[in-house]
Every structure is written in structure tokens, then in C-alpha cells.
């Protein structure tokens, strides 16, 4: 019922505005070829996948209303094939009494990290995908009163109006206070929602001169659903716990010829250590040896990775070099509990100002027991080209 308020809501919209000679847009057309290269990890049954994606987003403003439609196709090999219509964002903003008021679907990101975000409360994304992917916002309220210096906001917030949360992710009240000073800034916030009780958190950034800045970012969660450590000839399970943190501190180093260096660490309470990763692997090559009929407990070990980190402890390195044309990055993750690996290696060439070329390659491994060298994919190569009109 919620998915038809929402197209409801933006039918409304589009009749509206289709009458108007204000109405200012934006496209952007995305389509990628892919090869994921499937892995021997016992947790998983597949074959290495091509597939091609075409991703068309429109942006939207008419007076105080801002929106963006996301249309997706996706076709893999063997015929199958995927389409979806989404609004991503549609709200409308405007002042009243000193405040800033908002109201409608819109995205909701406070945190300050590269490599991952223990801030992003509300509709969790991928953080650097190498495939398309649709980002959708929130069904948010909020009033906002701002200062010389900074701001405080008032959120009531719905993550389940989201198309694909089938009114699972959670609800509640949020508060923000956000400072900017003359070389730092910093903000604490407090959520209170249905599923997961009590969440705080903050984060502070500070430059140093032209060169440097240091981030970090923390958070602290009431309640949370845990994979419980792998036990043999037993389907996992999920139990609630309590009191889960995250933390995540970083720095950047840029210089004017367009290179920049980001290292970053951090820390999940959440996840699993290298004792039950290895468990896991344990016993996943253990249901192999018996045979077909332990398949269903041997998949069912890989439901861990649904988690944000597979990982407590995680290291990132990240460089790029931005110029006029060219755009080449690479990303490393290294997992220090049990020598995981996540490699990323990719690239932009700007041919125009409305016309992008990328690829991107990305490769996991490490030791043979890592959470990473178990993942379904050992490598993901996409080919992709953007368009703006």
C-alpha cells in the first residue's frame, strides 16, 4: 500500500508541473557491461555471470518541490532479466518561524567516511559500487533552525516508504546539531526508532592547512540483529543483542596536481572475528566432503554476509588523481584478523563535458580462509559510459 502513495504522490507531482514553465530538469543515462568471475568458495552454487545495465535518473525542481525518478534494467546471461521504476527522492521545502521545513521522500547521508559510513542510520547503500546501482531516500519531516555557525534539525523519520524495504527498516525521531568552525567541523545525533531503540553518534572533520584533513565518526546502537557463531549440522540463526558500536577515524592528503591518498580504519561490534570466520570455512568444506544432502547447511553459512562488515577490524587505503580528463583510483581493504583483501582498480575519461568513460575492476581474495575469499565472486569487471543531457 505505501509503494502506491507513493505513485500516487508523484502522479500528483508530474500533473502539476507538467502545466509549468518553471520546471527545470536534468538526465543522466548510465549503461555498463559486466563479468563477475564466480569463486570456488563452498558457501555458494553459481557460475561466472555477464550482464549489461542501463540506468536512466532524472532530476527535478519546480518552486519549493525537488524530486528524482530512477528507471533500471538489468538482463544477465542466460535470459533473465530485471526492470525496475523508482522514485527516489520527492519533496518540498520552504521557511516559516526562523525554521526550514521540510517534507517527502529524500536522502538522508551524515556521515563523513570513504570507505564506510557508521552514520548512515537510515537507508544503509553499497559505498563505492562497481556496478550501477539505484539509491533511494527516506520518508523524512523535518524543521530545521539555523545559527551563524551551525544548525539543529528535527526529524520524524519512515526508512520502510522505501520501495524494496517491503516495510521492514525502521522508524522513529531524529535530532542533529551540526557546528562549523574556521577549520573544523563536527555534529552529534540522536535517533530513537522501532527497531533498534536508542542510537547515538557523531563526527568531526578538521583540515589542516591546503594538504590535510583528519575525520572520524562514531556510533553507538541499542539494539541489533547478530549472526550467532557457526555451530555444525545447525541452520544459523539470528538473536538481538545489545549495545553495538562502530568507529571509524581517517585522514586525506591532497596536493594541487590532483592526487589524493585517503587511509581510514574501522571498528564493527557487530561482526564476527576470524575464529568464526573460520569456523565457517571449516565446516563449509566439511558439508562438501559428505555430499549433496548437507547443501542446504552449507548455503545456509553464507546468510553472515549480510551483514554491513564481515569484519571488526578494517583498513582502507584509497588514491586517485583528478585532472581535466582523466579520473584513474584504486581502492585496497585489508582485514588484519584474518589477511582478507578487496582490490579495486578503476578509472573515468572524460571525453566532453556531458560524456564519461569508466571501468573499474575489483578482485577478492587473501588467505583461503578470509571472509573475502569466500564470497561468491573472486572478480567483478565492469565497462560502463555515462551521459548527461
Do not use: C
Request: aromatic share 14%; glycine share 10%; proline share 2%.
Amino acid at each position: 500500500m505505501k509503494s502506491f502513495y507513493i505513485w500516487a504522490l508523484s502522479l500528483m507531482f508530474g500533473s502539476a508541473i507538467s502545466q509549468a514553465g518553471a520546471l527545470e530538469s536534468q538526465w543522466e543515462l548510465a549503461m555498463a557491461a559486466a563479468y563477475d568471475r564466480a569463486s570456488d568458495s563452498a558457501l555458494f552454487e553459481g557460475e561466472s555471470n555477464v550482464s549489461r545495465q542501463a540506468l536512466l535518473q532524472g532530476a527535478f525542481q519546480y518552486e519549493a518541490w525537488e524530486g528524482q525518478v530512477s528507471a533500471f534494467h538489468q538482463a544477465e546471461r542466460g535470459g533473465s532479466e530485471d526492470s525496475l521504476l523508482v522514485v527516489a527522492e520527492l519533496f518540498r521545502q520552504g521557511s516559516w518561524q526562523d525554521w526550514d521545513w521540510l517534507i517527502g521522500k529524500r536522502r538522508l547521508d551524515f556521515g563523513v567516511g570513504y570507505g564506510h559510513r557508521p552514520l548512515d542510520w537510515f537507508l544503509p547503500m553499497e559505498r563505492n559500487p562497481v556496478s550501477l546501482q539505484v539509491n533511494e531516500g527516506v520518508g523524512v519531516m523535518s524543521a530545521s533552525h539555523f545559527t551563524g555557525s551551525g544548525e539543529f534539525s528535527v526529524m520524524l523519520v519512515d526508512a520502510g516508504i522505501s520501495q524494496h524495504s517491503g516495510g521492514r527498516l525502521p522508524k522513529g525521531i531524529a535530532a542533529r546539531w551540526y557546528q562549523l568552525g574556521a577549520s573544523a567541523e563536527w555534529q552529534l545525533l540522536g535517533y530513537i526508532d522501532d527497531k533498534r531503540g536508542v542510537n547515538l553518534g557523531g563526527s568531526w572533520v578538521n583540515t589542516y592547512g591546503e594538504q590535510w584533513e583528519a575525520h572520524a565518526e562514531w556510533r553507538y546502537q541499542q539494539d541489533h540483529w547478530r549472526w550467532q557463531p557457526p555451530e555444525l549440522k545447525a541452520i544459523p540463526k539470528q538473536e538481538k543483542e545489545h549495545n553495538g558500536w562502530q568507529a571509524l577515524i581517517g585522514m586525506t592528503w591532497a596536493n594541487s596536481a590532483g592526487h589524493s591518498v585517503i587511509l581510514e580504519y574501522w571498528f564493527d561490534s557487530r561482526s564476527w572475528g576470524k575464529n568464526e570466520w573460520d569456523q565457517v570455512f571449516d565446516y563449509s568444506q566439511w558439508y562438501q566432503n559428505q555430499g549433496v544432502q548437507w547443501d542446504s547447511f552449507r548455503r545456509s553459512s553464507a546468510m553472515a554476509f549480510s551483514g554491513e562488515n564481515a569484519l571488526r577490524h578494517n583498513l582502507l587505503l584509497h588514491w586517485m588523481l583528478s585532472n581535466n580528463e582523466y579520473h584513474p583510483k584504486v581502492d585496497l581493504i585489508y582485514t588484519p584478523e584474518d589477511s582478507g583483501l578487496i582490490l579495486t582498480i578503476g578509472g573515468e575519461r572524460k571525453l566532453t563535458e556531458d560524456w564519461v568513460l569508466g571501468a573499474s575492476a575489483r578482485f577478492f581474495g587473501g588467505r583461503n580462509e578470509s571472509a573475502f575469499a569466500q564470497l561468491q565472486s573472486q572478480a567483478a569487471f565492469t565497462f560502463s559510459t555515462t551521459i548527461v543531457f
